[in-house]
């Protein structure tokens, strides 16, 4: 291993806008299991799931982020419905909610990678546009726009999504929900249809996030293996239910992995996430910006 300052300079600017990604993907489940304690382990596969409808659209010649933003009520929708099916199936009937619940998440998970393949195959699909395969030349180094894109997506949930949490009603709800159902029943919510308007705004986000994975990079139907553990990392590293954690999660890790990744090959990369979970973990239980 050679040191030198310019790839570390240049795996620290890929870090950054690969950290990004990491949370625009990982939002929606920092709502879903931060914030609701349901254990959404379909989250990547709904997330898939967007890229392939992302497919559709782009194919009909709309932008790929365009194609996402519109497939988000249609998403909402769709959590709204499994969140009902999970409650009525599994919260309502107590303590072994978790554990059947986990089970009927992997389930989902599984049902949608194989609808995936009968109907698109096992082949990689990618997207069209301007700023796919472009890159912006800053000095000795080349940006890829995709990259940069993804960037601002996830600035933007971020933002909005704190905004949405901290200064609305609902959104003091969504956070408190998880905490003290009895004293949101006093304060006139019915914590049922909180949940379950949260679960569809997480669900809705993943159509975004999946519209993103998508222009980074070729999907296939078993690509939410490759991100079902870095999501749940990023998500308890931030502490459950920190949007702004999983922003400044996401960076922690996307950093690290492109240093250890420039500087000791790809082979060491995927042990970045778990490594850095049980480091924080040992030192701060609840998470970098635990509740």
């Known amino acids: 291993m050679i040191f030198s300052l310019d790839l570390l300079t240049e795996a620290v600017i890929f870090g950054v806008l690969l950290g990004c990604f990491y949370a625009a993907v990982s939002i929606g489940l920092s709502v879903s299991f931060g914030l609701l304690d349901v254990p959404h382990v379909a989250h990547p596969a709904v997330m898939i799931l967007g890229s392939y409808f992302t497919y559709l659209l782009a194919n009909q010649g709309l932008d790929p982020?365009?194609?996402?933003?519109?497939l988000m009520p249609a998403f909402f929708v769709l959590g709204v419905l499994i969140y009902r099916f999970y409650y009525e199936s599994f919260e309502k009937r107590g303590s072994e909610a978790g554990v059947r619940g986990l089970a009927f998440f992997f389930g989902l998970a599984f049902i949608i990678e194989i609808g995936l393949i009968l109907t698109f195959g096992v082949d990689q699909r990618t997207v069209?546009?301007?700023y796919i395969g472009s890159s912006w030349e800053l000095g000795d180094y080349r940006i890829p726009?995709?990259?940069l894109v993804a960037f601002g997506v996830a600035?933007?949930?971020?933002?909005a999504l704190t905004i949405y949490l901290s200064k609305t009603f609902i959104g003091r709800a969504i956070k408190a929900v998880a905490q003290?159902?009895?004293a949101l029943r006093l304060m006139?919510?019915?914590?049922?249809?909180i949940k379950q308007w949260a679960f569809g705004i997480a669900t809705a986000v993943s159509a975004l996030a999946g519209a993103m994975v998508i222009v980074v990079g070729p999907v296939e139907p078993s690509m939410d293996r490759l991100y079902i553990g870095r999501t749940f990392c990023i998500v308890v590293l931030a502490g459950l239910?920190?949007?702004t954690g999983t922003l400044a999660s996401g960076l922690i890790l996307g950093i690290s992995e492109s240093i250890v990744l420039m500087f000791f090959g790809a082979s060491w990369a995927p042990a970045v996430a778990f490594g850095l979970l049980l480091v924080v973990l040992g030192i701060r239980?609840?998470?970098l910006f635990g509740r």
Request: net charge positive; hydrophobic share 45%.
């Open 188 to 193: 006139g919510a019915n914590p049922v249809r």
């Open 128 to 130: 069209r546009a301007a």
């Open 145 to 147: 726009y995709r990259m």
């Open 180 to 182: 003290d159902q009895g």
């Open 65 to 70: 982020i365009l194609s996402g933003v519109i």
């Open 155 to 159: 600035l933007a949930l971020t933002l």
């Open 241 to 243: 239910g920190s949007m």
């Open 285 to 287: 239980p609840q998470g």
